[in-house]
């Protein structure tokens, strides 16, 4: 005899596999640690790509300018201010991918520990018949 409640919590639990369970057991196949560093080094590729885009852009905007004025221009100083400008944006950037990174890690673990308790729950509603 089928159990309404049954249904209902697998129902729910193979919804919950079908979308997120995969990507949540491919996220909790690390530690919290490993699996914000791996994200981190993934930001800082992204962000110095970025990074390197628009500074092409902001270069290539005034080229002919730039042209003119880099010899009247210490161009050790310009280095230094473009090297204090990207460490500042990927600084700013790393701070907020591992608030970002960690909220997602605690967020996929306490719904993985949902899931569980609702196989527990499950489980004891086959064993009570």
Known sequence: MLNKERVI???????????????????????RGDYVWFQLLKSVIYGTVAFGIIFAMYIFYDFE???MDIYKMDLLEFGKSVLEKYLF?????????YAVYSYRYAKVKSSVRLYQSNLRKLSSMYEKT
């Open 9 to 31: 919590l697998m129902s729910k639990m193979a919804s919950y596999e079908e979308k997120e369970g995969r990507k949540n057991h491919l996220v909790l196949g690390y530690f």
């Open 65 to 67: 300018i730039f042209m």
């Open 89 to 97: 944006s990927i600084g700013i950037y790393c701070i907020i991918s």
